[in-house]
């Protein structure tokens, strides 16, 4: 036995007398009279040494309550994982100081998993376990500088810092040492060290006046006291006031023991044989000392509730073969001790909830040489199982039979029973669903209704029965009678329905699809003669002509679906039929499964002619097109716009002036003067494509202002002319103090811009070329010749517009992309969202590609992924950009500017005149006449379309249409030299393409649509793509082995399919991200350019 021990006196010993490990503890469950607890047998877990000290928390995030306890003469500290069910997981053994004294669990690096401190009493150290989260630990390093012999740890935030402090009490050097968590990382530093009286014991800590600051309360075992240490918020000055504890208090605990909120205390008094209770009072104080009789000279208590009824009980260690437990009243007394025997001497303790039953349970360690393990005796329960009955019932449209569990003897404590089911009649998964369960019943609860579900099968099978069993009780219960009972499903259906409905099929119709749809049968009411039948269509061919439904003359069934109350049956697919009559016998099956029957009575016949589908799609405008302002005066402007393109043919534009129509202008008409406007006044213009369907693109719109009328200065001369002057001087974006590189760099003649940055905001400043231009971003009203914007960024892409009015009223646009990236792995520096170009056509270039000698000029393709293939295109005159410097390589490519660009390719044509054959190139209103010209010779010499695409472009942007003698000439030049056009909407093919549309449809490269259209301006897809590059090739090369395995094959049409494969086979095209094929998706410029390059070296040209 031992005394708490004090320098300069004798320890005192009685003889310890230990058995080998063991598993269980050979005693009987021990229990006092009445209501006290029950316990089971103590088990054992093994820890590897002398097991010292012992603290219970979940360290593997479980939410489970684990040990970890501390080997002495080994130098480790032992984790064992609970398991919920009362028992552990064998140990884990982490290496610390010598011989360890004491441990705390905390989150000390704040990462959400537990770790450890460890006060080593030898070294004079701390061992600092950093937590893996799966109960391992890895070494984090050892604190010096602390006391002499450290005893116990406590762990809070000390100097208000907000993360966990470490506060050490030293028995030897009667110290409190204090160590600061450098920045929340699990590093500790000594802070102070504080002195305290003689061999302080144990300590705790908390806010014990309300300010805020985390206070000590230490045990001094030498000076019969506890030390209130009230901190200053600093952590290294306290001022200090002591109370009496009973004679050599040793370990201590803090709880609220009467609800009041405050937290009292509880000591070992080690001297006085019993335990001391200090009840907290308001302001930090304490109230004097109650001492209660605990058994022979404690040295440990822990506390918990043992019987469930709230209040905390306190548990007391003796130096005997026993334990104490002091029954808690709720308002800080406590009932007179309760002796449970324990045949090893347990010198440290602890509680927790082990087996999961709402009640404490404790953990023994005896701090032995030759115990080397640590014992859990979990809590208990006594009584009987049984059944309320030995037969239960229920009608099988009920939906469940409950069956009534009953606890006699005893409600204390959580309990469980295995409750299962045995067939008799009724067999389970059909009449009703199988139990195998343990069900657990809470402290307190004395029965259970246990629902078994039952199934309301349709249909008469009698009555039925299966039967219930109780067995296996757990938690010290046994099994009481009844403990099985026979349960009876009584049947609610009628006799069966052998009737079928009835099927008029006179009021059976069909709706007659257009190709490419499903076709459709229906009933009208009064189809059917019941509700609820499942109605079927069966093909039927007579086969032999005889008129009655024969062996072998019906297909597979429809399902039509079921006949509603009214006997009707809704639309349901049949197929997408060809032209035709088809005949079905329609046949309806009730609930209780009675077909009617299948003869030619309920034959059906029906008469198919699939029309034309409908025309759904909307007309389209070429990429990046805006509606433009000239001629603009005090009272009118000219509003123009670009040509759009549809899958059938464009139908007329809708001009709209503040929201309201103005106009509708044919098809061929791309200009419109507003007059009758009011001077210096900001006018909203919108354009909208339709076409003949109806169908309605989005709209077009600007904004322009109505010159001012001059005022009169007595001069006889004319008013002065306005500027058009709408280019910005000065473009920058600044992120904090930094101005940040636009790309491209900026250029007055270039509109469209983009920069990246790690800030939540930025500020665009922005300078206009003229004086008299006014500029304004994101819809601001435009305001000064220059200014600045605030500009909140969200995480991606921002996209601000610089709107930018001459004097004349006419308007600019520019734009400027900015990209947040993300905090932590977000975006690579220089890579742009995605806007559906994928991958493209092969592999981008890596970071540092350089295009080849003659590569892009343009703004917007250096860096691009096919940077060098587009100004190979370039070189070889099968592409150009814009007028504004740039190529806008994402951009869709539409189906005439395909034809045109790989006709040009297989018939070695280049550029007439020095201009580009990029059928997406912007022609200038001033040298439309000019380029005319040029365009008429290049198809004099060519003798290819080619040429008039190259002067004209299909870009229609301009301000004015092109002069209609020109157009003609371009147009009989054409005729000449063209195969005529066989497509429905071949008049809507530009003069410009057709000649190469002609040609390619005559190679078999190119076919138009199932309704006979060509649809040019409809955007190009990669399967379209894809199916005329390997007709173009048409077997002139070998191909480059590359197998079409990509993860999206199903997706692409049976028609495209073998095309694909041709095209990847020699090298042609590959997928886009993530290996897909992507057939419907629309090709890009920059595709267009990396295939026409790669289809020029595979034809060797």
Do not use: C
Not at 853 to 882: C, K, M, N, Q
């Amino acid at each position: 036995m031992i005394r708490s021990a004090k320098k300069g006196q004798a320890q005192k010993w009685l003889a310890l007398v230990l058995g080998a490990a063991l598993i269980a503890v050979p005693v009987g469950p021990v229990k006092a009279n009445g209501v006290n607890p029950v316990f089971e047998n103590a088990v054992a877990y093994e820890v590897g040494g002398w097991a010292y000290d012992v603290k219970t928390g979940d360290v593997n995030g479980d939410g489970l309550d684990d040990l970890v306890s501390l080997n002495f003469q080994n130098n480790q500290v032992a984790v064992l994982l609970g398991k919920g069910d009362g028992t552990f997981g064998a140990s884990a053994a982490f290496a610390v100081g010598r011989n360890p004294r004491a441990v705390a669990i905390a989150d000390l690096d704040g990462d959400h998993r537990a770790d450890l401190a460890v006060a080593n009493s030898q070294d004079n150290t701390v061992s600092i376990l950093k937590g893996s989260g799966d109960g391992t630990f890895l070494p984090w390093g050892n604190v010096t500088g602390v006391g002499a012999e450290p005893l116990e740890i406590a762990v809070s935030d000390l100097n208000g810092d907000g993360y966990p402090d470490l506060a050490v009490v030293n028995n030897s050097s009667g110290s409190v040492s204090i160590l600061f968590n450098v920045g929340g990382s699990g590093n500790f530093v000594l802070g102070a060290s504080i002195p305290v009286l003689a061999y302080p014991r144990s300590l705790a800590a908390w806010d014990m006046d309300g300010d805020g600051k985390t206070d000590l309360a230490v045990a001094n075992s030498g000076s019969n006291t506890v030390s209130i240490l009230k901190n200053d918020g600093t952590g290294t000055q306290f001022s200090r006031v002591d109370y009496a504890a009973g004679s050599s208090p040793n370990k201590m605990k803090a709880a609220d023991l009467n609800g009041d909120g405050l937290k009292d205390m509880v000591f070992a008094a080690n001297g006085d044989n019993g335990v001391t209770v200090l009840l907290g009072t308001a302001g930090g104080g304490f109230g004097q000392a109650v001492l209660y009789p605990a058994g022979n000279l404690p040295l440990d208590v822990a506390l918990g509730d043992f019987d469930g009824d709230g209040h905390i009980d306190i548990l007391g260690q003796t130096q005997g073969q026993d334990f104490a437990i002091l029954m808690g009243n709720g308002d800080g007394t406590f009932q007179s001790p309760i002796s449970y025997p324990y045949p090893r001497y347990a010198f440290y303790l602890e509680t927790g909830e082990f087996n999961g039953d709402g009640r404490s349970d404790i953990v023994l360690a005896s701090s032995s040489p030759s115990n080397t393990s640590v014992n859990v005796m979990n809590s208990r329960a006594e009584g009987a199982f049984s059944l309320a009955s030995n037969t239960f019932e229920t009608a099988e449209n009920n939906g469940t039979v409950s069956v009534t569990i009953k606890r006699t003897g005893s409600g204390t404590g959580q309990t469980a029973v295995r409750i299962r089911t045995t067939d008799g009649t009724a067999v389970a998964g059909k009449d009703y669903a199988v139990v195998d369960e343990v069900v657990v019943l809470q402290d307190g609860e004395t029965s259970r209704d246990y629902p078994v579900t039952v199934m309301d099968n349709q249909g008469y099978e009698g009555d039925k029965t299966f039967t219930v069993k109780l067995s296996d009780p757990a938690n010290g219960y046994v099994m009481g009678a009844p403990d099985e009972a026979v349960v009876t499903i009584r049947e609610d259906d009628a006799l069966p329905d052998t009737t079928p409905p009835t099927v008029d099929v006179s009021k059976f119709g069909v709706i007659d699809s257009y190709a490419g749809t499903q076709d459709r049968l229906y009933g009208a009411a009064g189809a059917v003669g019941e509700a609820g039948a499942a109605v079927k269509a069966y093909s039927w061919t007579d086969t032999d002509k005889d008129g009655i439904v024969g062996t072998g003359e019906l297909g597979m069934p429809a399902v039509l679906g079921s006949s509603a109350g009214d006997g009707s049956v809704s639309a349901a697919d049949i197929g997408d039929l060809a032209p035709g009559s088809y005949a079905y016998v329609i046949t309806a099956t009730d609930t209780a499964g009675n077909e009617s029957a299948k003869s030619a009575v309920a034959a059906l016949t029906v008469t198919l002619a699939k029309g034309a589908s409908p025309d759904t799609e909307a007309p389209v405008w070429p990429a990046g097109a805006a509606p433009a302002f000239s001629g603009v005066t005090t009272s009118g402007v000219n509003v123009s716009w670009p040509e759009a393109a549809d899958n059938r043919a464009v139908a007329g534009y809708d001009v709209y002036r503040n929201g309201t129509l103005l106009t509708t202008v044919s098809a061929d008409t791309y200009s419109y003067r507003a007059a009758g406007l009011t001077s210096d006044t900001l006018y909203s213009f919108a354009v909208k494509a339709k076409d003949g369907a109806g169908n309605a693109s989005v709209e077009l719109a600007g904004t322009v202002r109505t010159l001012a009328v001059p005022v009169s200065g007595g001069s006889s001369g004319s008013s002065p002319s306005l500027s058009a002057e709408s280019r910005l001087q000065e473009l920058h974006f600044t992120a904090g103090k930094k101005e940040a590189a636009l790309t491209p760099s900026f250029q007055p003649g270039v509109s469209d811009y983009a920069v990246e940055t790690d800030a939540d905001r930025g500020v665009i400043r922005y300078k206009t070329m003229d004086s008299a231009a006014r500029a304004g971003v994101n819809g601001q009203t435009a305001g000064s010749t220059g200014g600045e914007y605030a500009a909140s960024l969200s995480e991606g892409v921002n996209v601000f517009k610089i709107a930018v009015q001459a004097e004349d009223g006419s308007t600019r646009e520019y734009k400027l992309t900015v990209t947040r990236k993300a905090a932590e792995g977000g975006t690579n520096p220089g890579t742009k969202p995605d806007a559906g170009s994928g991958t493209g056509p092969g592999t981008p270039p890596g970071p540092g590609t350089k295009p080849e000698p003659g590569g892009s000029r343009f703004a917007d393709v250096s860096g691009h992924w096919a940077e060098t293939d587009i100004g190979r295109a370039i070189a070889l005159g099968l592409v150009d950009g814009y007028e504004d410097g740039t190529f806008h390589p994402d951009a869709t490519i539409n189906r005439a500017e395909w034809v045109v660009m790989l006709e040009r390719l297989l018939n070695g044509a280049k550029a007439a005149g020095g201009t580009s054959t990029d059928a997406a190139s912007k022609t200038s209103v001033g040298s439309a006449a000019e380029t005319v010209e040029k365009a008429t010779a290049a198809i004099a010499v060519s003798a290819s379309a080619n040429a008039a695409e190259t002067a004209l472009g299909s870009d229609s942007e301009a301000e004015a249409k092109i002069p209609a003698a020109t157009a003609a000439r371009i147009a009989k030049e054409s005729a000449t030299n063209t195969a005529p056009l066989s497509f429905a909407d071949g008049g809507a093919i530009p003069a410009w393409a057709a000649r190469a549309v002609a040609d390619a449809s005559a190679k078999g490269i190119v076919s138009g649509y199932e309704d006979g259209t060509f649809r040019p301006g409809a955007a190009v897809t990669r399967a379209e793509l894809a199916v005329m590059l390997a007709k173009a090739v048409n077997g002139s090369a070998a191909g480059g082995g590359k197998a079409a395995a990509f993860t999206d094959e199903a997706d692409i049409p049976a028609w495209a399919r073998p095309y694909v494969q041709e095209a990847a086979e020699r090298g042609l095209i590959d997928g886009r991200s993530g290996n897909r094929f992507a057939p419907n998706e629309k090709a890009t410029r920059a595709e267009a350019a990396v295939l026409l390059v790669r289809l020029a070296k595979l034809l060797g040209l």
